[in-house]
């Protein structure tokens, strides 16, 4: 059995999908696991009026496909309390007060407390502030707040935001969440770096061509039309996932894993990053698409809630240089996007040819190719090595192969959820996988300097079919490096093996 953490964990926003979705099915796994058994409790908080049993009931329908024995869903639905509540309203928080005094007492959870904020963000820095000002924030234990994305839609707003919230929690209790950063195969990007030689002497422009990411999702934006045609592609997935990736691809060997070591570095890596302040070099270098109708599938402005009129971007494609000594030259490409042929996650590292090919390059049916590495984070899950060797038989023609190593599906599924890893990380007091204020800031300082060039362009948009894998201007941004994009229907493929 796992040490048991004692917590209060407060969600404002309890009614939403994010709870029911994540949040209650991954603290149901905690509390199987251990991690929180007897001295913990749960207060969710949202303007309908529900009462304690039907929340509870709520909660027991969100995790209904893992639950083994009903007399465990029992005892882990009766730590679970609803109060109506407004965000806004000082008098609610007395109620709050009230009953966090009541359950800390019941629960022995010894005034440590979890603020989960799973609601629009433009409510952040009032629920901060009501948290203080109501004396929620106990003396006697720890106390955290774990925050949603969008933090801010700019670095301005940003900015702002985390003033208002520094007035109520410091640096250190605020837990900015990018769920990404909980995946498996995220949080292997270390290892597969650092704990082997081959690839860490071989981590830099020296031996590596290219790097690209891919985040690609066939689903278009489905109910979230209102929200998404104020955001796009740019900030909802390259701000936060994207530049977290490159954060931990680029960064230098931290001193330990410890989380403040950890993130110094990616604060270093972030700020390395080449920022494109004039318009045209930003043109240049970042191509933003939207999904027109196709393969039976509506376009991006036909879809509920968006303005027919919209040039809001569901792909974005770009070039991401980093000027430091260890990627001097080599091209970051990132490309994301809604409505794609394929749902996928991946990074390839593409090594240098060798500067000599012994072996035959025409007539044959294979070539010695570059090696590529591919960290494969979802749906697949896993490592894979492009390789060259001698095809078996007479002669020195060439095969291509892929050393791999994937997860099998009873191995994924009972590897934590990222959600889960997450909210443990926080009840540990860990912020290794959550993100810095110095890392929002400068990510918002990079994606700033794009939004400004396409909001002074703004018919520079490509359209794409749905089902493809976006514009061809997409294409042509590799291509003018003689690059292409690297691109292999890797599920299917190891499906099959």
Do not use: C
């Amino acid at each position: 059995m796992n040490t048991e953490i004692s917590a209060l964990f407060t969600i404002f926003g309890a009614t939403g999908d994010l709870a029911h979705r994540k949040l209650y099915p991954s603290l149901f796994r905690l509390f199987k696991k251990g991690y929180i058994q007897k001295n913990f409790a749960v207060i969710g908080t949202a303007r309908r009026e529900w009462t304690d049993t039907y929340f509870r009931e709520v909660v027991a329908d969100s995790v209904k496909d893992i639950v083994e024995n009903e007399e465990e869903l029992t005892e882990f639905t009766s730590h679970f309390y609803y109060i109506s509540h407004n965000v806004n309203d000082a008098a609610h928080y007395v109620e709050l007060k009230k009953l966090s005094e009541t359950l800390d007492e019941k629960y022995t959870i010894n005034g440590n407390r979890i603020f989960y904020l799973a609601m629009a963000p433009q409510f952040f820095g009032v629920i901060g502030d009501m948290l203080k000002s109501n004396h929620l924030i106990t003396d006697n234990g720890f106390n955290r707040l774990i925050i949603e994305k969008p933090f801010g839609h700019d670095l301005q707003s940003a900015t702002e935001l985390n003033e208002q919230l520094a007035r109520s929690f410091s640096e250190d209790q605020i837990y900015r969440i990018d769920h990404y950063l909980g995946k498996e195969m995220i949080q292997n990007i270390s290892a597969v770096r650092f704990s082997n030689m081959i690839f860490e002497a071989l981590w830099n422009n020296k031996y590596i061509d290219n790097v690209q990411i891919t985040l690609s999702e066939t689903v278009g934006v489905e109910d979230r039309g209102d929200y998404y045609d104020h955001t796009g592609a740019l900030r909802d997935m390259v701000q936060n996932h994207v530049l977290q990736i490159v954060a931990l691809l680029v960064m230098e060997p931290p001193l330990s894993l410890d989380g403040n070591d950890v993130r110094n570095e990616k604060i270093k890596a972030l700020r390395s990053l080449r920022l494109y302040e004039n318009k045209q070099d930003v043109l240049d270098n970042f191509v933003r698409g939207q999904y027109v109708a196709g393969n039976e599938q509506v376009g991006y402005t036909d879809e509920p809630n968006v303005n027919p009129e919209s040039n809001t971007e569901t792909f974005v494609a770009g070039k991401i240089m980093v000027d430091n000594f260890r990627w001097a030259g080599v091209p970051f490409y990132i490309r994301t996007g809604k409505r794609m042929s394929q749902k996928d996650t991946y990074i390839h590292i593409q090594f240098k040819h060798v500067s000599m090919n012994l072996f035959p390059t025409e007539g044959v049916e294979e070539v010695a190719q570059p090696n590529i590495l591919t960290i494969h984070i979802s749906p697949l899950e896993g490592f894979s090595l492009r390789l060259n060797t001698k095809r078996v038989g007479q002669g020195t023609e060439m095969k291509n192969i892929r050393m791999h190593q994937i997860l099998d599906e009873q191995t994924s599924a009972n590897s934590p959820e990222a959600y889960e890893r997450l909210l443990l990380d926080s009840l540990n007091g860990d912020p290794t996988n959550f993100t810095h204020w110095k890392e929002v800031e400068q990510s918002w300082r990079f994606i700033d300097q794009i939004r400004n060039a396409w909001d002074d362009e703004e018919n520079y948009i490509f359209d794409y079919e749905s089902g493809s894998m976006g514009p061809k201007e997409s294409y042509d941004l590799l291509a003018r490096d003689n690059f292409d994009w690297i691109e292999f229907n890797w599920s299917t493929k190891y499906k099959k093996d």
